[in-house]
């Protein structure tokens, strides 16, 4: 198991490098998190709900995610209130204080999808959330030490050295933990290291003299890395692209921002993938996305408000492209009506009317995966009439067109084929909209929609870069593998806990 002194370490892709390592050795694994609370959803193929980051592990293991992998996700929907998804379907929606109550009750929920990974696999590598020192939260955590105790699971307690401090927080963790859980501690990670590793020489004997816990390993600060982030920091980093880029894509950072992992394809085929929050930091770039949310009627209150929504319309008057995905698909219509009050007070709200048509949100929602082709030939999609796409949704949302052209025909979902519309656009192609999450990892279209904009910018087009992700695991696989002592933690995975 992998906990961390705090969120924001790196334990996510930890275990996602060490799910790789076993593949690699010739182990069936698997990935869990019991708990996560995370924006970035993924569907499965079961139309279940987890969070992106344990199906990018399990596609590091070369399997299929599935609910089990994350059994409880939370979504945030406010400062204090989170939608509550239990083996992939929504539950509730309640209170930070409600759920503090709730959580103990879905500890059985959580071991049971745990059991059933073990009957299935060699191994399976259990990644914590926050940190297991929450002694505000011991009690009633089911995510950190009462998940490792019951599964009886050796831990590597990993720290962030890019920040500062990360002996203090080690050796703190260690301090605040009780007797019994600082026996399941059985190695550190010291992650995101720049510089010379041998100057950490003297503090880390420091660390293992007060503490009888050795350190296992020093991970690189990873970059250029085109693997699914989950944490909201790496919205910080420009997704640049292979070589030299020729495409500016700004993508507004919307407070509740989800599955921002949508655009890390774009950053293959020579654009620069950026995230911005204020109009001055828009500048002229040649295509505005709108990305998923979580909250679509706040978020665009928020546009309104700070003159985000002024800015976009004005630039798409002047013809820059315009792209809105899931929520922003939403945003981009003339109203968004919320007669049950799924997300908040307010009933209804004008978009910024970029497209003609409006959304209603209702109280079911729909979750599955999906493919399907290109409909629409024209701006975003010229030429591109038939091309095949993929992806999955998850919204509350219907939106109904008048006279905008609907984008693209769902053709097939894990139930069978399917026949309806999807997305729609304007009718010159410079606005588009689509509730299909992952569209941009199919290497044909991506190319198709990156070209249509460099055929109007007037610059040459170019090939599509191949979007290898197992290529990208294996790499980072091997950055980690030779930073970590494996035959110890193989050793540590043969004893158990002792």
């Known amino acids: 198991m992998v906990q961390g002194t705090s969120s924001n370490v790196g334990k996510s892709i930890l275990v996602t490098a060490l799910c790789r390592i076993f593949k690699q050795d010739g182990y069936k694994v698997a990935p869990f998190k019991s708990q996560n609370m995370a924006l970035n959803a993924f569907v499965t193929q ?15 293991c070369g399997i299929a995610p599935s609910v089990d992998m994350n059994p409880i996700l939370m979504k945030p929907e406010a400062d204090s209130k989170s939608q509550i998804v239990v083996n992939g379907k929504v539950d509730r929606t309640i209170s930070a204080r409600e759920y503090y109550e709730y959580a103990p009750l879905l500890l059985d929920t959580a071991l049971a999808a745990l059991n059933r990974l073990r009957e299935q696999n060699d191994i399976v590598v259990i990644e914590g959330a926050g940190s297991p020192a929450e002694i505000n939260l011991r009690q009633r955590e089911i995510v950190n030490m009462r998940i490792a105790k019951t599964a009886g699971a050796p831990v590597l307690l990993a720290g962030d050295i890019d920040r500062g401090g990360v002996f203090a927080s080690l050796i703190g963790t260690i301090d605040l933990l009780e007797p019994e859980e600082r026996g399941y501690v059985k190695g550190y990670l010291i992650n995101k290291f720049r510089g010379d590793a041998s100057l950490l020489k003297p503090a880390i004997d420091v660390l293992e003299d007060r503490t009888s816990i050795p350190v296992l390993g020093i991970i690189p600060y990873l970059r250029n890395m085109a693997i699914a982030q989950e944490d909201s920091v790496y919205l910080d980093e420009c997704k640049s692209g292979l070589g030299e880029t020729d495409l500016d894509i700004a993508v507004i950072r919307l407070p509740r921002i989800s599955n921002y992992d949508d655009f890390d394809a ?17 500048g002229n770039p040649d295509l505005i996305i709108i990305p998923g949310t979580k909250s679509t009627i706040p978020d665009m209150e928020y546009l309104w408000q700070n003159g985000l929504a002024e800015t976009i319309i004005k630039k798409a008057g002047k013809g820059t492209h315009v792209l809105g995905v899931c929520g922003g698909y939403q945003i981009l219509g003339k109203m968004i009506y919320d007669p049950h009050k799924t997300e908040s007070e307010t009933t209804e709200l004008k978009g910024l009317g970029l ?144």
């Open 266 to 282: 774009l950053a293959t085929d020579g654009a620069s993938v950026r995230f911005v929050s204020k109009t001055g930091e828009i």
């Open 355 to 498: 497209l003609d048509t409006e959304t209603t949100f209702e109280k079911e929602k729909s979750t599955t995966q999906v493919s399907g082709q290109v409909r629409f030939n024209n701006g975003l999609l010229a030429d591109m009439a038939g091309c095949e796409v993929g992806g999955y949704e998850i919204h509350m949302g219907r939106t109904r067109l008048f006279t905008a052209q609907p984008a693209f025909q769902i053709t097939k979902t894990p139930k069978g084929p399917a026949d309806y519309l999807d997305g729609a656009s304007n009718a010159e192609g410079t606005v588009l909209g689509t509730y299909i999450h992952g569209i941009f990892e199919s290497d044909s279209f991506r190319r198709g929609f990156l070209n249509a904009i460099r055929r109007y910018k007037g610059i040459p087009e170019r090939q599509a870069g191949y979007f290898d992700r197992d290529k990208e695991y294996d790499k980072l696989a091997d950055i980690v593998r030779a930073s970590i002592d494996m035959n110890k933690i193989y050793d540590i995975l043969n004893e158990g806990i002792r």
């Open 46 to 60: 079961e139309g279940g709900e987890i969070g992106r980051a344990q199906a990018v592990q399990a596609e590091a």
